[in-house]
């Protein structure tokens, strides 16, 4: 028989988790840079840079497809493993409300995988001649996040911008 004290408790389900953030492309964090080379290799992507960013190793990638996406950037630890993807989205046709569009679109999808995100930058400020704008989200878990961002340098006639999203190990 049921007491009445637990036909009162109202019944909590538990959400399912979201999906653990893995890198994109079928690749898996602390995988060794062989194991890169082989799947870029296959993949039919080129790899057209590789540079030493900040103590990390970092490889560009072209060729990978993706719809608008126009590099990929990997970087490698200290024991040359995989430890983050940067995809660059950029698109010389696309005006200001465009890349706004690619931004929403992008976060409304990792929204529904991965829950609300942070907002880490909403920014527009002069740095010199150049206005600059970054706007940036993140969604954080124990084995890694994603970061998506905005950016925008413009001096009159002068534009950059791109949209990348960032896949870090945790």
């Known amino acids: 028989m049921i007491g009445l004290g637990a036909m009162l408790i109202p019944q909590v389900y538990a ?3 979201a999906p653990q953030i893995e890198p ?3 690749l898996y964090w602390g995988e060794s840079q062989k194991a890169i080379e082989r799947v870029m290799n296959q993949a039919q992507a080129k790899i057209v840079g590789r540079e030493s960013i900040s103590g990390r190793e970092a490889w560009t990638v072209e060729g990978l497809v993706q719809p608008e996406l126009k ?3 990997v970087y490698f630890g200290a024991t040359k493993d995989l430890v983050e993807v940067e995809l660059q989205y950029e698109q010389p046709k696309w ?3 465009a890349y706004e569009e690619f931004l929403n679109s992008a976060r409304k ?3 529904s995988k991965y829950g609300p995100a942070v907002v880490l930058a909403r920014d527009k400020k002069p740095e010199g001649d150049v206005m600059e704008t970054v706007v940036g989200y993140q969604w954080q878990q124990a084995k890694g996040r994603i970061e998506l961002f905005f950016y925008s340098a413009e ?3 002068d534009i950059y911008r791109t949209v990348s999203v960032h896949y870090r190990a945790g």
């Open 24 to 26: 994109p492309f079928g």
């Open 71 to 73: 590099r990929t950037i």
């Open 155 to 157: 001096r009159n006639s």
């Open 109 to 111: 999808r990792l929204e």
């Open 15 to 17: 959400q399912s988790p």
């Open 95 to 97: 005006d200001l409300v």
